[in-house]
Structures are given as C-alpha cells and as structure tokens.
C-alpha cells in the first residue's frame, strides 16, 4: 500500500447516510482535536495496543528521516484508552489527508468511559504492518532515540510523544509503552 491512503478512505463509506460518526482517537487526536466536533467523550476499545510503530514521513519526519507516531496492534485481553468524538461525515475528509500516512479507516466498538457508560460502533484510524511507512517494532531505546532526533512539518517528533504521555496521564490511563518511551527522552527523566 502507498503512503496516501488518502483515495483509499474516501471510498470506505462504513456509516454512508449517517448524520453523525464516532471517531476514536488514540494519538495526537486525543490532544490535537484541530476539527469541529458534536461532543467528546473518554473511551476505549478492546484487543488493541498503541504502538510507537508507524513511520512519520509528511508530519513529524520527513521521508529521508522519519518519526514515529502510534498505530494500534492487536493483543488478546487488552484496553486501549482514548476519546471518542462525534463528527459529522464531512469532517473525515480532511482527517483523511491528516491520517494519510498508511492509516485505513476501519470500523470498531467503542466503550465509553464516562458516567454515561455505554458503547457504540465507530471509525479509527489503524495502520496496519501492510502499509509503506510501517516500521514495526523495535527495542525502546532504538525508538525513542528516533523520536529524539525527528522532526517534520507538524514539528518536533518528541513533542508527538510528551503530548501523548500527558494526555494519557491527564485521561489516568496507564500505558506501560508510551511512559517507558517517554522517560527515555533526553531531558524527560523517569
């Protein structure tokens, strides 16, 4: 698969007719909600895991030295943490040439963690080991010396990283992957 998947998404119409759409964010879309949205809410999603394992070539690298950003990989028996927001249809088309890098809209349930409970069926974002710009798993230390030295149009590839963390710390969700990674920023200590 090449890099833009942005033609791709456009022709997976999962929820054609509908008024509005869940979307799951996962990564920069918990901190960085740059689109207009009908509400927000904290959820999550089971059999999934974040992964610092998707290149970055178009916003926190450049093709010659990509970042790393998260993608989801499945993991029996696991939660992942997010937000959930609900969108109208024409907002995915410009979150399509935001997540064009690999990323496929894919259909997923997601469990809302606020008061209200409950869950509902959505879209994410995932991008799969298929994809051009998937770089797979690696030793921490080999990662977060990457995500150091990266930087893109969108900016530094760290800041991706020390955004996501305190997201996720300020959401009081545990994520053994993102915090390890995170602690092993030069100046970022434990």
Not at 135 to 162: E, F, K
């Amino acid at each position: 698969m090449s890099h833009d998947t942005t033609q791709l998404n456009r022709q997976r119409n999962h929820f054609a007719g509908h008024h509005a759409i869940w979307l799951f964010g996962y990564g920069s879309l918990i901190w960085k909600a740059d689109f207009p949205y009908l509400e927000r809410r904290p959820a999550h999603i089971h059999g999934w895991v974040r992964r610092f394992w998707q290149g970055s070539h178009d916003h926190r690298g450049t093709p010659e030295a990509p970042g790393r950003v998260v993608t989801l990989v499945r993991e029996q028996g696991t939660v992942c943490h997010g937000m959930a927001y609900r969108i109208t249809p024409e907002v995915l088309s410009p979150l399509d040439v935001r997540e064009k890098n690999g990323y496929l809209r894919e259909v997923i349930t997601l469990h809302f963690d606020d008061t209200a409970g409950g869950r509902d069926e959505g879209l994410v974002y995932l991008a799969g080991a298929d994809n051009a710009a998937y770089l797979g798993d690696a030793p921490l230390d080999a990662i977060a010396t990457q995500i150091a030295a990266a930087h893109g149009p969108s900016g530094p590839n760290r800041d991706y990283l020390v955004n996501l963390a305190a997201a996720l710390r300020a959401l009081e969700v545990e994520d053994d992957h993102v915090f390890a990674l995170a602690a092993r920023l030069p100046g970022e200590g434990a």
